[in-house]
């Protein structure tokens, strides 16, 4: 079984569950809202290439909006985690720093 520091937390190697858990939770944030989803708008980009008229880029255009909000939507709860695992740490951090000072 692991070590446990002052604040309750696992140790193990010198790096926190909290931290890892932390650093885990930004990096699934970051992918989720960066990474676009595949073949989401491939059949009005097919229709536009096919035919380029207005309603087909705006068909296409409202599809790539659309995307980019399910995106956001899937992502935000995974920023939101990080947050809430970053507060706590910052604020553990600071008291460390002030009480060494």
Do not use: C
Not at 81 to 88: G, L, Y
């Amino acid at each position: 079984m692991p070590a446990l520091d002052s604040s309750g937390t696992a140790r193990k190697g010198g790096i926190t569950i909290f931290w890892a858990f932390a650093g885990l939770l930004t990096i699934l944030f970051l992918t989720a809202a960066g990474m676009p989803i595949l073949d989401y708008a491939r059949r009005e980009a097919l229709v536009y290439m096919k035919e380029p008229t207005q309603q087909n880029f705006d068909r296409l255009h409202a599809k790539h909006n659309e995307e980019a909000r399910k995106r956001w939507l899937y992502a935000s709860p995974l920023g939101l985690a990080a947050v809430a695992f970053a507060v706590p740490l910052y604020l553990a951090y600071r008291r460390k720093t002030k009480a060494q000072s």
